[in-house]
């Protein structure tokens, strides 16, 4: 593998949110299927899944400053209290690893990642949760992935509607200055 996989928090180097003996631990409470599957891949294509998560993690939404000017991660960030990656942030990143390996295995799971939120076949309908789905969404994050992401981004980002509402000003643009 021409990459070292190097999750640590804050580093210089860092290209993953999580190590493979993380991965395996995270995917023993998804789903043991995608474990058994982890694990027949060579070292160099887990990393390979780790890497493409995180970038794809970095690339959903604008985080705000890092922790550490010089780490390449989106994560840890700057006013966060400690020097590690958020659960959120792993669970995404664990919901990607999931999707990618299960992904064909599973179609339902696949239509559901996708945005599907009902399907009629042969006469035979199904239903798929729609909650936290958004079809026009371009990230490439498997819904799991995104739920865990827009929770993180609830709790650390300020609601601009509930703040023009409590300073009394109509203009949406107001918050940003």
Request: hydrophobic share 35%; proline share 6%; net charge negative.
């Amino acid at each position: 593998m021409s990459t070292t996989l190097d999750a640590t928090p804050s580093g210089a180097s860092a290209n993953s949110y999580l190590t493979v003996a993380e991965m395996d631990a995270l995917l023993e409470t998804f789903d043991l299927k995608a474990l058994d599957l982890w694990d027949e891949l060579e070292e160099d294509a887990q990393c390979s899944l780790l890497f493409q998560g995180t970038r794809k993690i970095d690339e959903y939404r604008q985080w705000g400053p890092r922790k550490v000017e010089e780490q390449p991660l989106a994560f840890p960030r700057s006013g966060d209290k400690v020097d590690e990656i958020p659960r959120e942030v792993k669970a995404a990143l664990g919901y990607f690893v999931e999707y990618k390996l299960l992904g064909d295995l599973e179609p339902i799971k696949r239509l559901q990642a996708e945005g599907v939120s009902s399907s009629s076949i042969l006469g035979q309908s199904i239903g798929m949760s729609a909650d936290n789905l958004d079809p026009d969404d371009a990230s490439g994050l498997p819904a799991g992935s995104r739920q865990q992401l827009r929770r993180l981004w609830r709790a650390h980002w300020p609601n601009p509607v509930k703040n023009r509402e409590a300073s009394g000003s109509s203009d949406p643009c107001s918050f940003f200055g």
